[in-house]
C-alpha cells in the first residue's frame, strides 16, 4: 500500500497559546478513507488545515508522498503546484470557500488555474453541473443559493479540479437530510473512482455508513485510537470516555433507568 499522507509528531497550538493539538501521529494510504473524529473543539478542522498546508505545525512533519510539506520545500513551484493540485478542501462552511461571481466562473476556475484549455474547462464544468444536479444554479451569484444549493456548489469547484485527495470537513453540517444523503454517496462513488478521502465528523453514524480507518481525537488534542471503524464503535465505554456518546438518565413513573444512547442507532431523544 502507498502512503500518500502522513503526520508525524504534530503539534500545533493558535497564536502559540490556545492547544489544538498534541503529538499527531498519522498515516493515511492511497484510496483510503479516512476519518478524524472527536468532540467539538478536539482539533478536527486544525488537523485538516495542516495536512492541506493552510497552516504549519509548531513541530513535527507532514510527508506527501514521502516529502515534507515546509514553508522551505513549498518554495518549490513544482511542489507547491503538485501539491495544490492534489488535495482538494471542502470546507464546513461553503461560505468561506465561495468567491467568484456565478457559479460558472467558480467551477471555471480551477480547471483554468490548471492551464486546462478554456472548451475542454467549460465541457468538465457543464458535466460537474450535471452530475450534481446545479445546472439551474449556473449564472447565479453564491448569495443568492440556500445553504445546501452553496454546498452542492462548493464540492462541484473541488471537482473540476479533480484532486486526487479530498479533504472534506464535516460533511453533514447544515444540511438537510436528503443533501446529506446525496453527499454520503457521492463520497461513496468519489472514493470508488480512486480518490484518497479524509474527512472529520462527530456523527458516529457516518462512521458506521462509510466504514472508514478512524483515528480517535480527545479533549487533551492527541489522538486516543487509531482503528477500523467496527472496532471503534463496538467499544461503548470507549466512545463515552471520548464524549462521542453519552450516558442518559430516564425517568419511567418511579424507576429510573440509567443507560448509554449510540447516537447512531438513537437519532431521536
Ligand atoms: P474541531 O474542528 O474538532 O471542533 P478545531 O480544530 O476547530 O476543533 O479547534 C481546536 C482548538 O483550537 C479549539 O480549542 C478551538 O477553540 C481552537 N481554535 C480553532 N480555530 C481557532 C482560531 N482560528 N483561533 C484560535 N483558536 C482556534
Ligand atoms: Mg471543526
Given at each position: 500500500m502507498e502512503e500518500i499522507i502522513s503526520l508525524k509528531n504534530i503539534t500545533y497550538s493558535y497564536f502559540g497559546k490556545?492547544?489544538?493539538?498534541?503529538n499527531i501521529n498519522l498515516s493515511v494510504n492511497k484510496g483510503e478513507i479516512f476519518s478524524i473524529i472527536g468532540h467539538n473543539g478536539s482539533g478536527k478542522s486544525t488537523l485538516l488545515s495542516i495536512i492541506n498546508a493552510l497552516i504549519h505545525p509548531d513541530s513535527g512533519e507532514v510527508l506527501f508522498k514521502g516529502k515534507a510539506i515546509t514553508e522551505n520545500s513549498l518554495r518549490d513551484k513544482n511542489f507547491a503546484i503538485q501539491l495544490r493540485q492534489s488535495m482538494g478542501f471542502i470546507f464546513q462552511n461553503p461560505d468561506i470557500q465561495l468567491f467568484c461571481p456565478t457559479v460558472f466562473d467558480e467551477l471555471m476556475f480551477a480547471p483554468l488555474q490548471l492551464n486546462i484549455p478554456y472548451e475542454a474547462a467549460v465541457q468538465r464544468v457543464e458535466e460537474t453541473l450535471s452530475y450534481l444536479s446545479i445546472?439551474?444554479?449556473?449564472?447565479?451569484?453564491?448569495?443568492?443559493?440556500?445553504g445546501g444549493e452553496k454546498k452542492r456548489v462548493a464540492i462541484a469547484s473541488v471537482l473540476t479540479m479533480n484532486p486526487e485527495i479530498l479533504l472534506v470537513d464535516e460533511?453533514?453540517?447544515?444540511?438537510d437530510p436528503k443533501t446529506q444523503t446525496f453527499f454520503i454517496e457521492l463520497l461513496i462513488e468519489l472514493n470508488r473512482a480512486g480518490k484518497t478521502i479524509i474527512f472529520t465528523t462527530h456523527h458516529l453514524d457516518l462512521i458506521d455508513h462509510l466504514q472508514p480507518t478512524v483515528a480517535v481525537l480527545s479533549e487533551g488534542h492527541t489522538i486516543r485510537k487509531t482503528g477500523s471503524a467496527t472496532e471503534i464503535l463496538s467499544d461503548e465505554e470507549f466512545l463515552i470516555s471520548v464524549n462521542l456518546i453519552h450516558e442518559h438518565i430516564h425517568k419511567h413513573g418511579e424507576e429510573v433507568h440509567k443507560h448509554n444512547h449510540l447516537h447512531y442507532v438513537f437519532h431521536k431523544h
Open positions: 490556545i492547544p489544538a493539538l498534541k445546472g439551474h444554479l449556473k449564472e447565479r451569484p453564491p448569495y443568492m443559493l440556500s460533511p453533514l453540517s447544515g444540511l
